[in-house]
């Protein structure tokens, strides 16, 4: 029986002491370890270390071809990001012979590809044709928040059958 009356008693205390310490009745600080834990790591992290970065993979931003006259003439510029957040793609401008494919999202993720199209809209007549696309990006550096793409093109008459 007495060792009955203990447990009560021990439990009555275990509870009212839980209560006490739930509304703050404490003699220990209780702190979210697991909210401070993550709050130092952001402090460790350096904000200039996270940015996008706009790599064209080692390809020109400038493309000379030929194309055969009826025939589509574009090229695809491949894009990397190269950088450790999200890099942001606009086109900004664009000259009127030219058709420019960007894929719905324009978003790049980190490490990802990307294609831009760049397209000669009318090929019915043999002769040179130029034309450029400017695309604004988010990346920090100066000389890749815009980038201009250009292709130079010459059309030339299909080559004949049979001969």
Do not use: C
Not at 61 to 86: L, R, T, W
Not at 133 to 143: G, L
């Amino acid at each position: 029986m007495k060792s009955a009356i203990a447990y009560l008693v021990l439990s009555l205390a275990a509870i009212f002491l839980g209560t006490l310490a739930g509304t703050g009745w404490s003699w220990f600080e209780y702190s979210n370890t697991e909210e401070h834990f993550f709050e130092n790591q952001w402090n460790r992290v350096d904000p200039t270390s996270v940015k996008p970065e706009f790599d064209l993979s080692g390809t020109a931003p400038q493309q000379q071809f030929d194309g055969v006259v009826g025939q589509p003439a574009s090229h695809d510029f491949i894009i990397k990001n190269s950088g450790s957040s999200d890099l942001e793609l606009t086109l900004a401008e664009h000259s009127e012979n030219i058709e420019v494919n960007l894929p719905e999202t324009q978003t790049v993720l980190p490490g990802r590809t990307f294609p831009i199209t760049l397209t000669l809209s009318d090929t019915g007549e043999p002769g040179e044709f130029e034309g450029f696309a400017v695309i604004t990006t988010n990346d920090p550096s100066e000389e890749r928040k815009q980038i201009r793409f250009s292709i130079r093109v010459k059309i030339v008459e299909s080559p004949k059958n049979g001969s």
